[in-house]
């Protein structure tokens, strides 16, 4: 079966952070600091999921079956649900206790979002490894 | 719940490409399956069910 175009071209956007990455390690005037290994970190383990996925996408394809079906599509609503509640828990935490410790807003808001993808990364991985079941009340 | 997937593929020669192919879901919810992990929804089920010739009940056992 011919690799739907969408795959590839799905890569892209991991190129790109790739690049970006790796650009703005390189070219930092200033040495990178404690939170900027963790965003860089985050962004590199949040890519690395991703193109797990991405690939698993393809190898299917490559073996004639769909890339998406009623189980995938389930395990990313469940994935998403639960990250929008995790992700609120994490505001509000940071709202409450790193705003007094790191008053530079940008730094809280890159933090916040780089929080909010890496729960929807790990929450997506914890799903599509154990599965979802309709039993499930949590 | 149970499944007798994993039982039926190798009675009917059957890989589990093969049959997520016919059934055209990934290769991975056929896994999910076979585990008793996933739930299937009816036409699924009922999808499964026809490759193996057999009626829901037979395939898909509720514990």
């Known amino acids: 079966m011919k690799i739907k175009h969408n795959s590839l071209v799905s890569f892209i956007p991991s190129i790109i952070g790739i690049i970006l990455l790796s650009l703005w390690a390189y070219m930092s005037k200033y040495p990178i600091d404690t939170i900027g290994y963790f965003i860089f970190g985050g962004s590199i383990l949040i890519i690395c999921i991703g193109l797990y996925f991405k690939i698993q996408r393809l190898n299917n394809e490559k073996s004639g079956l769909t890339s998406d079906d009623e189980l995938s599509k389930k395990i990313k609503e469940k994935a998403t649900s639960k990250a929008f509640i995790f992700s609120v828990y994490m505001w509000v935490f940071i709202i409450l206790f790193l705003i007094n410790l790191e008053p530079r807003v940008k730094i809280i808001l890159g933090l916040g979002l780089l929080g909010m993808g890496l729960i929807f990364s790990l929450n997506w991985l914890y799903y599509s490894k154990f599965g979802v079941s309709d039993e499930d009340t949590d | ?63």
């Not at chain 2, 190798?10 to 399956?33: C, G, H, P, W």
């Open chain 2, 1 to 63: 719940m149970k499944t007798r997937i994993k039982e039926l593929r190798a009675r009917d020669n059957l890989t589990q490409v093969e049959l997520a192919q016919k059934v055209s879901v990934r290769r991975e919810t056929i896994v999910f399956l076979e585990k008793g992990k996933y739930n299937p929804s009816l036409k699924l089920a009922h999808d499964v069910s026809k490759v193996f010739n057999m009626k829901i009940e037979e395939v898909f056992i509720m514990k």
